[in-house]
């Protein structure tokens, strides 16, 4: 399984940026998928994540309104659109892929699969 994400780089505070993250080797249908992101010296943390369909999406409280997580299950490609970043948003952002969604998400615990990061840097 590997899950490839894309679409990192420097953007200036308030300006947009869009995640891709493309998966491969496993049925991408059947699973949730989800971002997290880690900026330096501190932890990873739950930033979005999506049912297999698409139909239900969360977000942790700090993007809220601001992110949205998308999935194109023909392209087996799952989204984050950022809008309106601000400098604390920066990190290196990880996408994850897991059969279950729920309330486990929020905490990161025990994702099936993990991609590389792609750098964000917000700049203010």
């Known amino acids: 399984v590997q899950l490839q994400a894309s679409g990192g780089g420097t953007v200036q505070a308030g300006g947009p940026l869009r995640l891709s993250c493309a998966a491969s080797?496993?049925?991408?249908?059947?699973?949730?998928m989800g971002w997290f992101r880690q900026a330096p010296g501190t932890e990873r943390e739950f930033v979005a994540a999506?049912?297999?369909?698409?139909?239900?999406?969360s977000y942790a409280d700090s993007v809220k309104g601001r992110f949205s997580i998308s999935r194109d299950n023909t392209k087996n490609t799952v989204y984050l659109q950022m809008n309106s970043l601000k400098p604390e948003d920066t990190a290196v952002y990880y996408c994850?892929?897991?059969?279950?969604?729920?309330?486990?998400?929020?905490?990161?615990?025990?994702?099936?699969?993990w991609g590389k990061g792609t750098l964000v840097t917000v700049s203010s």
């Open positions: 994850a892929a897991d059969p279950l969604y729920g309330s486990r998400w929020r905490r990161g615990d025990g994702m099936d699969y």
């Open positions: 080797g496993l049925t991408f249908s059947r699973y949730a």
């Open positions: 999506i049912n297999y369909s698409g139909g239900m999406t």
